[in-house]
């Protein structure tokens, strides 16, 4: 009795606080109302990357119905892959620049188009443009931009004394990256541009007023008040252009096809190459996986630490 | 506060999502499975599908041949094509919808190793009792089946046995005073040095995707090497590190370095300069006879004021480049027989020429001579004249991707032509042992 007398009061707190607990998180209600994306991300997301993970320990050719397991053949060729070694120093290059420059130049004319500008509507678009064009529609306009006899690249630099300065910019290996690149930059302006304005826009205008009236310069006002400000979109702009840039794809594979020779491979065109061209789908997945794994492996520690200083 | 906190959700959902997307992006190879994937249309099924790769000359022909079948047959075909890629991303293509288990019933490709992934993968089907059937053995050149037969299995229909040639503009050779085609190596020199005082890109070529500088260095090898030797080259009998393949690599820098090619040849898309010889910025280009119907004619003009001529190999046989396309039928379609039945049908010799094929394996199906003059004068040529598989055929594709990148780095300087042929004996001797 003693027994029960002391379990009833703890049966019901614990009643009590299943109730609280269930009253707070709603019980099943919430994963009724999730499982229809669990289920889409499920199948589409986790299913074929589990599936790609093991094709990459077998030698399948990605076009035959059988295959044979081969352990960590594949990531062991992948250390004496040379294209590979080259394929990721170029995706270093590419992230670092196509992070830096376009975050850059976006942050400036953000900060340029949130102020009192003539015309910063048409001006805003045109800058944002680029970002929804499509990718092969670009590739083909600067693919004949930068044609060596008749482009407006090189035409231009004939035109004002600088021919020497004429190159064939996609034929070779010295510039065929950095001619991938300009208009890649050129393309991701617009995104970091659009985050940091709508972040401007929310900085409250009464602290530039009590800035102005204690006396701060503009260059005071940017960098204590304006910058702070833009730490969340920092966050946002600086992880999805990494993980969007070390995933680089299309822009090569239109532009260059990896070339000349694989002076411009990266993971992802190698990976493809390997995958669909060369039938060794078993090492083309081996290296998705390491690009899976290089993406995460650079993106969670800096997301974790940002959000840990920001809470 | 209330900002912060909706800010450093939002920037852990944007991060998952982005991480989705990016995970996603990066493991694209997903649906792939231990077992392939099957053609569109289900168990004796009248739906068959077709996919080819066709321009805008020659597809609408072929969809109304296709429909005059299907009214014939109680057929519905649908045709889809992928124009202008070449086999650089047509095959990739195929592949993703095969797997994808929505491949077509039928598919036009190129044969050699370009082909024969897919019969090798059991993808394709046996077209043996169909040849028996139609008695396609006795209509179709003999050569050009054996280009899409493969570990004995005559895995495609072959339809076109390209020739690869020179095609000039007369205007261009006019202006540089250029009277007659080159009848030796030496010649043709001669010639592309004329061309170039005369301010003029003699051999337009692109390297984009590889293949289409391939068709000049072949040609130098053929020269260099000879019929037997190269063919042995090519199917690693003989080793590559010898003297005649680096005589071959110097010709080939001696073209770009003395501007016989277009300034930045390695960065040009092919299919944006083949025709330059038609609107007049080069003399001529190295392709085979769909340009006079898909270049000239195409362009509005006639073919008169161009010309064809067989590169000169100073060898005997004098062989020039060739390769083999041709039809395969899905191992999985819902319908062989009538799938089948669409193949003979295609290859009837009337709907060749209705379908501009004009180099067809077809006998009977010649071009016709008052409309395609230049094509016919390949007929011709063809007849007294061998011809060597182009090496994107010759190759599996890593091989012939390995042996482009070193020729993109013979003509940038970076390798010297001796050492260029000891990384081919490389590259070849890898493919041998894989």
């Known amino acids: 009795m003693a027994t029960a007398t002391a379990l009833a009061p703890a049966t019901r707190e614990g009643a009590g606080a299943g109730r609280q ?27 074929p990357a589990g599936t790609s993970l093991f094709f990459s320990f077998t030698n399948w050719d990605g076009l035959s ?55 910063k509507t048409p001006l805003r678009l045109l800058f944002y443009t680029p970002c929804v064009l499509p990718l092969v529609s670009i590739a083909s306009i600067w693919g004949w931009l930068y044609n060596p006899d008749y482009g407006v690249i090189n035409e231009t630099l004939r035109a ?24 890649a930059i050129w393309l991701r302006v617009g995104f970091p541009m659009l985050l940091y304005l709508a972040a401007l826009q929310g900085i409250p205008a009464e602290q530039y007023e009590a800035a102005t009236v204690d006396g701060a ?62 039938y060794q789908a078993g090492y083309g997945t081996a290296i998705a996986v390491v ?9 969670i520690p800096y997301v974790l630490s940002q959000t840990k200083e920001h809470s | 506060m209330t900002r912060s906190t909706w800010t450093r959700r939002g920037f852990l959902g944007l991060s998952a999502a982005a991480a989705v997307a990016g995970t996603a992006a990066c493991t694209g190879t997903g649906t792939a499975g231990g077992t392939a994937g099957g053609a569109a249309s289900g168990p004796a099924s ?60 039928i598919w036009r490709i190129w044969g050699g190793q370009i082909g024969a992934p897919f019969a090798k993968a059991k993808q394709a089907a046996d077209l043996a009792p169909y040849y028996q059937k139609y008695g396609w053995d006795t209509k179709i050149n003999t050569n050009a089946i054996a280009g899409m037969t493969f570990d004995g299995m005559k895995a495609g229909l072959p339809i076109v046995v390209a020739a690869i040639g020179a095609w000039y503009s007369k205007e261009s050779m006019d202006k540089a005073g250029v009277s007659d085609t080159p009848k030796s190596y030496a010649e043709l020199e001669e010639m592309n040095d004329k061309l170039v005082a005369a301010g003029i890109t003699p051999c337009t070529l692109g390297g984009k995707y590889g293949w289409d500088v391939m068709r000049l260095f072949e040609y130098l090898l053929e020269v260099s090497a000879g019929p037997d030797l190269h063919d042995k080259l090519l199917s690693g009998e003989e080793s590559w590190d010898r003297p005649e393949v680096v005589t071959a690599f110097t010709s080939f820098k001696k073209w770009q ?178």
Do not use: C
């Open chain 1, 160 to 183: 004002v004394g600088l021919g020497s300065l004429a190159q064939p910019w996609l034929g070779q290996d010295s510039t065929a990256l950095a001619a991938v690149m300009v208009p």
């Open chain 1, 65 to 119: 119905p059988t295959y044979d397991i081969v352990g960590l053949a594949n990531y062991e060729a992948m250390t004496k892959d040379p294209v590979v070694v080259q394929a990721l120093l170029n995706n270093l290059v590419w992230t670092v620049v196509t992070i830096v420059v376009p975050v850059v130049i976006g942050l400036t004319l953000a900060i340029l188009l949130n102020g009192k500008v003539r015309g």
């Open chain 1, 217 to 278: 310069t503009r260059s005071q006002q940017l960098w204590f008040i304006t910058m702070p400000s833009l730490r969340p979109a920092h966050y946002i702009v600086l992880a999805l252009s990494l993980i969007d840039s070390f995933k680089v794809f299309d822009m090569i594979y239109a532009m260059t096809y990896g070339g000349p020779g694989t002076a411009t491979q990266v993971m992802g065109t190698w990976m493809y190459a390997n995958v669909f061209q060369y």
């Open chain 2, 257 to 434: 370095d003395k501007k016989w090619l277009p300034n930045g040849v390695l960065g040009l898309d092919p299919s944006d300069v083949e025709t330059d010889y038609v609107s007049g910025k080069a003399a001529y280009t190295l392709t085979g006879t769909w340009t006079e119907a898909q270049g000239i004619q195409a362009a509005k003009k006639s073919s008169d004021d161009f010309g064809t001529f067989q590169l000169p190999t100073d060898q005997t046989p004098e062989r020039h480049s060739g390769f083999v396309e041709g039809y395969m039928m899905s191992a999985r379609s819902g319908n062989p027989d009538k799938a089948a039945a669409l193949l003979d049908y295609l290859v009837t010799p009337d709907l060749q020429a209705t379908l501009q094929i004009t180099s067809s394996t077809v006998t009977g199906a010649e071009p016709d001579k008052s409309k395609l003059p230049l094509s016919y004068e390949w007929t011709e040529i063809n007849k007294t004249s061998p011809f060597y598989t182009i090496q994107d055929q010759a190759f599996p594709k890593k091989t012939a991707d390995q042996y482009f990148a070193i020729q993109s780095d013979v003509l940038q300087g970076k390798t010297s032509p001796a050492d260029a042929a000891k990384a081919m004996q490389s590259a070849v001797s890898a493919m041998a042992k894989s």
């Open chain 2, 46 to 105: 009248n739906n068959l599908r077709l996919f080819t790769y066709e321009d805008d000359t020659t597809i609408a022909n072929l969809k109304a041949a296709v429909a005059t079948f299907d009214s014939r047959n109680g057929t519905t075909t649908r045709v889809d094509s992928l124009p202008g890629s070449g086999a650089a991303v047509y095959p990739d293509k195929l592949r993703a919808e095969l797997l994808g288990g929505s491949g077509p019933d």
């Open chain 1, 21 to 47: 607990n269930k009253k707070r998180y709603g019980g099943l209600r919430p994963w009724l109302f999730a499982l229809p994306a669990l289920a889409v991300y499920v199948t589409f997301l986790v299913y």
């Open chain 1, 291 to 299: 690009i899976t794994v290089i993406a995460v492996a650079v993106s």
